[in-house]
Nanobody
Framework: QVQLVESGGGLVQAGESLRISCIAS????????GGWFRQSPGKEREWVAT???????HYADSMKGRFTISRDNAKNAVYLQINNLKPEDTAVYYC?????????????????WGQGTQVTVSS
């Protein structure tokens, strides 16, 4: 069973950039598809991006452009780079891992989750 821990969140100003990290332990992250999700107060959790075993990436339409997901299997890490941060990006960001392909659109069942890292963007 894999355990996930996020880090790198914090308080940043609008327009700045941030990279948050997800580090796996217990099992190699290379055995899983990685994903990022976020949740703001009063809103449902939303999918941000996914990166597969082969490092192909998929993004929610609203996330394309400013968000970049990447992985470094040697470091058991998956990253999310966020550029030009906006106040509406304020949320708890969660990483997740999974192995089960749900449909032909490259959606996966994420069975393992970190506890999240808070990203707060000030105006």
């Amino acid at each position: 069973q894999v355990q996930l821990v996020e880090s790198g969140g914090g308080l940043v100003q609008a327009g700045e950039s941030l990279r948050i990290s997800c580090i796996a332990s217990g099992r190699p992250f290379s055995g899983y598809v990685g994903g990022w999700f976020r949740q703001s107060p009063g809103k449902e959790r939303e999918w941000v991006a996914t990166i597969t075993w082969s490092a192909s990436t998929h993004y929610a339409d609203s996330m394309k452009g400013r968000f970049t997901i990447s992985r470094d299997n040697a470091k058991n890490a998956v990253y999310l780079q966020i550029n030009n941060l906006k106040p509406e990006d304020t949320a708890v960001y969660y990483c997740a891992a999974g192995t089960i392909l749900v449909d032909s659109a490259e959606h996966y069942q994420f069975d393992y989750w970190g506890q999240g890292t808070q990203v707060t963007v000030s105006s």
